[in-house]
């Protein structure tokens, strides 16, 4: 009783200060958050009670009434509680405080923002547990609490928000496990909650209901298990990112149904099989890294087929071929595969059509001939479009594949012949 009769003073009694101030109540309310916080940089120095309004502020903006509507003081080396008479502001619908020095924890009482469509507390010093009130900001489309020091549960009552689409609690210590919960937050279009300390556990099925979902980023969450059957569900996904946990069985061939798939990070898991069969259905496919796994088998052509930027299949456990169709990408500017059992050459167009920027092929079973492909001479010409400024970053690359090759062939100097000869100095600059 006491608790509530403290809160409804809080937002009942007027302000005692400036009273011969012409300065609107708003703009005594922003400079009571002013007086709040600690500003070394000045960067509130201009909030003066001597204005009419705080409309001409930095940081602030007002509506045609003069009413503040939004509040962006990123980057100004700001820092203390937060600065709860920001929700006295009727109007304000946008509140950014991104890389400053915010730091208590998020109130309970942050429901009273009850405008807020646009929240970023990202990059400060919060502490605690997320308020569970805050799903009750209906009108909430916008959170991003990215690098903070937030810890304990997502609240399930998360899973009431309906007009969320983008939720961000990357790089906090965040302990529990994901909620299933958040599966009804079927207007998210982006999910990211990678780089948090949570408990073991599996990928929620019920993710899999998140029809909108273009974004879904929960790299090192501690997940195991399998990918479920029904993020088959996630038709709109284009970024897909499940690196860096602990992820088993083979990878399911249900993100062939994911067509408007552009990238798929799923390295550093405990995949094992084959590559599915299927590629040929995700056409917008871009960046695909299933590096560090158990996968066997060899590297699908029709994977290679894609007009990708980048493929990295390295430390796995791929044999046979590098399917000669990787060289035909016009944007391919990457490709690891070390750490195979890849036999035979490098494909002889490789290099001729985009700008490969990272090749490393070491630790496989190629043969002597590679050289054939990434001759030094080639190097010096058009026909291997390197840019002169890495071109001895690449030579070091070639020397680095050369000592990889069975001893017999670099004796037999087969492996680069004339490797500095060449080469005129001018286009090793």
Known sequence: MASTFIFLLFFTVPLSFHLNSALNQEGLYLLRVKDSLSDPAGSLSHWSDRDATPCNWTGITCDHLNSVVSVNLDSASLSGPFPMFLCRLPSLSRLSLSNNSINSSLPVSIWSCRNLTYLDLSENLFVGTLPYSLADIRSLRYINFEANNFSGNI????????????????????????????????????????????????????????????????????????????????????????????????????????????????YNNMFTGKLPAGWSNLTKLRRFDASMNGLSGTIPEELCELPLESLNLYENQLDGQIPESIANSPNLYELRLFENQLIGSL???????????????????????????????????????????????????????ADNMPDDAQKDGKIFPSLYNDCDQESMV
Not at 199 to 228: A, F, H, K, Q, Y
Not at 364 to 392: A, Q, W, Y
Not at 394 to 399: A, D, F, P, S
Request: charged share 20%.
């Open 155 to 266: 609240p399930s009552s998360f899973g009431n928000f309906r007009q969320l689409e983008t939720l961000r609690i990357t790089e906090n210590l965040l302990n529990g496990t994901i909620p299933a919960a958040l599966g009804q937050i079927t207007s998210l279009k982006s999910l990211q909650l990678a780089y948090n300390p949570f408990s073991p556990g599996r990928l929620p099925p019920e993710l899999g209901n998140l029809t909108n979902l273009e974004v879904l980023w929960l790299s090192d969450c501690n997940l195991e298990g399998p990918i479920p059957e029904s993020f088959v569900g996630l038709s709109r996904l284009k970024n897909f990112d499940l690196s860096e946990n602990n992820l088993t069985g083979p990878i399911p061939s249900l993100i062939f149904k994911l067509k408007s798939l552009d990238q798929i990070e799923l």
């Open 347 to 401: 494909p002889s167009e490789l290099g001729k059509n985009s700008a490969l920027q990272t090749l490393d092929v070491s630790y496989n079973k190629l043969s002597e001939h590679i050289c054939r492909v990434l001759d030094i001479g080639l190097l010096c010409t058009s026909t291997f479009p390197i840019n002169r400024p890495s071109m001895r970053r690449v030579v070091k690359m070639l020397q680095v594949l």
